[in-house]
Nanobody
């Protein structure tokens, strides 16, 4: 059974930066991992995804140019470097593994419990 544990969330002022980490444990075939977020009262939305070989990465329009997703296979860890954060980035951020349909669809086989990111204005 795969377990995903996110960390690195917190409170930051607008314009600041945070780096989220997602450590994966357990044995499973994995093709790609992704980051999603969910704000109160809103649906879970795609942020970024990356293939395990680091060859392809994908970003939402809101994340492109500010966020960078990366993966360290030796550490079984995926990262999300977030720069120039905005209040609208406030949400619980989830990591996920093994997309069942498309990278951007919140339809992954495994999910973490999430880490809160709060951006103050």
């Amino acid at each position: 059974q795969v377990q995903l544990v996110e960390s690195g969330g917190g409170l930051v002022q607008a314009g600041g930066s945070l780096t989220l980490s997602c450590v994966a444990s357990g044995r499973a075939f994995s093709f790609a991992m992704g980051w999603f977020r969910q704000a109160p009262g809103k649906e879970r939305e795609f942020v970024a995804a990356i293939t395990y070989n680091n060859q392809y990465s994908h970003y939402s329009d809101s994340a492109r140019g500010r966020f960078t997703v990366s993966i360290d296979n030796a550490k079984n860890t995926m990262y999300l470097q977030m720069n120039n954060l905005k209040p609208e980035d406030t949400a619980v951020y989830y990591c996920a593994q093994d997309p069942l349909t498309t990278y951007s669809s919140p339809d992954y086989r495994y999910w973490g419990l999430g880490t809160q990111v709060t951006v103050s204005s």
